[in-house]
């Protein structure tokens, strides 16, 4: 008998004995009426992790890009003196020590003369 014919003859059973008789159907025939089991649906767990893949290769070098804007104009430079003189007395700035004679010992000794030099007017 195929699964219409059992459904049918629940049918009738249930209507001929009221709700004990279905009851009493299914019991008997549940294994002819159990199909195969469907899909649950649920989501299985996540499989292992796949191998690190390869670096790529470097691109070609890009064009070149445009030019910047030009800069501001320089500011005109101040005048400077167009003579320097060196001196020791009379200094418009900072002081340096410099070696002004060198001179050797009869003991074989090198002897330096240092003077204090700056920029006079």
Known sequence: ????GRLVLTCVL???FGFGGAVAAVTVMH???RGQQGTTGLTGAPGPAGADGHDGV???TGPRGPAGTAGKAGKTA???P????LG?????GQSVNVITDVTI????????TKKQVCVVK
């Open 1 to 4: 008998m195929g699964h219409g």
């Open 14 to 16: 249930a209507v001929v």
């Open 31 to 33: 294994d002819s009426l």
């Open 58 to 60: 470097d691109g070609a």
């Open 78 to 80: 101040k005048a400077l």
């Open 82 to 85: 167009s003579q320097i003189d």
């Open 88 to 92: 020791v007395a009379g200094c418009i």
């Open 105 to 112: 010992t009869p003991q074989q000794k090198l002897k330096l």
